[in-house]
């Protein structure tokens, strides 16, 4: 299986500032997705990485507030922007490898 | 996009009892996936089913791919402590992952 890392693993923040969080795999993978997992709550899919060109958005979620790079096809970060207490969340990376869905160990957000 | 049914919400058994919990989809997948998050961790993959009417067993874990391609369910047998987690079903079809809620599952030793 894919073995994938995130950085940090947690963070407590301002409000109003903003954090990158990245993902490393190793091994190239086509798919990389971000998902958000708030406290007691399944998971939800913020945005596919793209390879080359910009993140696929799903709904609720927008570029401004959270953009993502995809720089290559091991690597990509999420930025959570100017943040408020809402955004109080594990972040999760995940890949597609061999038709599986994979995940990182997660970035634990705290807002204050 | 719509959420996967999943339960029972929580299970609370004792060392040694079976578990047994299921998902259920209003649509057709065409994989279905049984993940476990430990706390202050990423959820790790199970079991995949690919094939409705499949049955796998990963120790003592065993899933099954509905026939209808809309429903999935997973047993853990012989519980022990180290089955305390959360236990999320995902199914897919065309790169759409849906998520369940999760079955929170506590085992007393």
């Known amino acids: 299986s894919a073995v994938i890392s995130q950085k940090p693993s947690r963070d407590i923040c301002q409000r109003g500032t903003s954090l990158t969080i990245q993902c490393q795999v190793d091994?190239?993978?086509?798919?990389m997705f971000w998902y958000r997992q708030q406290p007691g709550q399944s998971l939800t899919l913020i945005a596919t990485?793209?390879?080359?060109?910009?993140?696929?958005?799903e709904s609720g979620f927008v570029i401004d507030k959270f953009p993502i790079s995809r720089p290559n096809l091991t690597f990509s970060t999420l930025t959570v922007s100017n943040m408020s207490p809402e955004d109080s969340s594990i972040y999760l990376c995940?890949?597609?490898?061999?038709?599986?869905?994979?995940f990182g160990p997660g970035t634990r957000l705290t807002v204050l | 996009g719509q959420q996967l049914n999943q339960s029972p919400q929580s299970m609370f058994i004792q060392e040694g009892e079976d578990v047994s919990m299921n998902c259920t989809s209003s649509?057709?997948?065409?994989?279905w996936l049984w993940y476990k998050q430990d706390p202050g961790e990423g959820p790790v993959l199970l079991i995949a089913?690919?094939?409705?009417?499949e049955l796998t067993s990963n120790g003592r874990l065993t899933a099954q791919f509905g026939i209808t391609r809309k429903d999935s369910f997973l047993n853990i047998s012989a519980s022990i402590p180290s089955d305390v987690g959360i236990y999320f079903c995902?199914?897919?079809?065309?790169?759409?992952?849906?998520f369940g809620a999760g079955t929170r599952l506590t085992v007393k030793p």
């Open positions: 995940s890949v597609v490898q061999w038709n599986e869905q994979f």
């Open positions: 649509s057709i997948f065409n994989t």
């Open positions: 995902a199914a897919s079809d065309n790169n759409d992952m849906r």
């Open positions: 089913l690919y094939k409705a009417g």
């Open positions: 091994s190239q993978v086509t798919m």
């Open positions: 990485a793209n390879q080359g060109s910009e993140a696929t958005y």
